[in-house]
């Protein structure tokens, strides 16, 4: 079992629909990350938080807003989404610091389709 | 920007052979990592190499780091079943930038 928990695990939604996407973990990481997973393709960054802020946005479209309420829990609230943006998000955490040793632990994701 | 591509992007083998997955870039990186990722889960990390020309054995698994640290390589002997799933490379830089990925079937 994975040390990093996503809820919900499938989700479908529609195109005016607003929804969050959940993650928390109870590792003591200060970095945590979203990924998109596109079907047989490798992750794409999305965020990164690191110490609870925003470090990195990968030029992400505004209907995805990251939101890390504290160091456990890190949230993906979705608006308006559109068809193509159907893939598997995944959740990951380190510990800090963000080095060579850092590995990436990642949840098992939410399957999201966008009707 | 600084790609990985791995190779070959599929692979489909009988139990019992061996196999080697590559990735390469241009672009030098701190450390590389392995993953494997297996149907309805998440990568996990396999493995770490950080110093060039440095290789690490996990069971049957062996990794290698080029001596430029910019390409490495996965060799698997003697492949089992449960090896089946999507091998990702990915280099450490300020984040982690994730290889092109390869696919393994491994049939009994």
């Known amino acids: 079992d994975t040390e990093v928990t996503q809820t919900p695990k499938h989700l479908v939604m529609g195109m005016t629909n607003k929804k969050s996407l959940k993650c928390e973990q109870h590792m003591g990481h200060r970095a945590m990350y979203w990924y998109k997973q596109k079907a047989k393709k490798p992750p794409e960054l999305m965020f990164v938080y690191s110490y609870e802020k925003l470090s990195i946005n990968e030029s992400v479209p505004s209907r995805f807003s990251p939101e890390c309420p504290n160091s456990s829990l890190l949230n993906l609230h979705l608006h308006a989404l559109q068809p193509e943006d159907s893939a598997l998000y995944l959740c990951?955490?380190?510990?800090?610091?963000?080095?060579?040793?850092?590995?990436?632990?990642f949840g098992n994701g939410t399957r999201l389709t966008v009707t | 920007t600084q790609l990985l591509e791995q190779s070959p992007q599929f692979l489909s083998i009988q139990e019992g052979e061996n196999l080697t997955v590559y990735c390469n870039s241009s672009s030098v990186f701190s450390s590389l990592q392995w993953y494997r990722q297996e149907p309805g889960e998440g990568p996990v990390l396999l493995v770490t190499v950080v110093t060039g020309g440095e290789v690490k054995k996990l069971k049957r698994l062996t990794f290698q780091f080029g001596d430029a640290r910019k390409d490495s390589s996965l060799h698997i002997t003697a492949a089992q079943p449960g090896d089946t799933g999507l091998y990702l490379c990915a280099g450490n830089t300020d984040k982690l930038i994730f290889g092109t990925g390869t696919r393994l079937q491994v049939f009994p």
């Open positions: 990951a955490s380190s510990p800090p610091p963000r080095g060579p040793d850092s590995p990436l632990h």
